[in-house]
Nanobody
Framework: QVQLVESGGALVQAGGSLRLSCAASGLTFSSYSMGWFRRAPGKEREFVAAISWSGGVTYYADSVKGRFTISRDNAKNTVYLQMNSLKPEDTAVYYC?????????????????WGQGTQVAASS
């Protein structure tokens, strides 16, 4: 049974930092590309960042480029999202997702497994 468990969400002041973690189990983690998505109140879920199975290639939404960094540790079956210079508009539930085949993607329909999400709130 595949499980993705996010952690690290919190309430922070605007300009602050957080690091989200997503621990995976029940899958060969190093064979999966991974992504982070978010859903803000009243909005559709949107792409944030993705990383290739090896960690060698990353991809970001324009809205977070230069502020967020995605990384992974295949030995720990964990993917991370370092979030710096947080803005109130970053407030959302953040989800990690795993894609079994193909390169990483910004399309949520291409991901096979999803976590339950972790809440991030940045106050102004």
């Amino acid at each position: 049974q595949v499980q993705l468990v996010e952690s690290g969400g919190a309430l922070v002041q605007a300009g602050g930092s957080l690091r989200l973690s997503c621990a995976a189990s029940g899958l060969t983690f190093s064979s999966y590309s991974m992504g982070w998505f978010r859903r803000a109140p009243g909005k559709e879920r949107e792409f944030v960042a993705a990383i290739s199975w090896s960690g060698g290639v990353t991809y970001y939404a324009d809205s977070v480029k230069g502020r967020f960094t995605i990384s992974r540790d295949n030995a720990k079956n964990t993917v991370y999202l370092q979030m710096n210079s947080l803005k109130p508009e970053d407030t959302a539930v953040y989800y990690c997702a795993a894609r079994r085949s193909g390169p990483f993607s910004n399309r949520e329909s291409l991901y096979d497994f999803w976590g339950q999400g972790t809440q991030v709130a940045a106050s102004s």
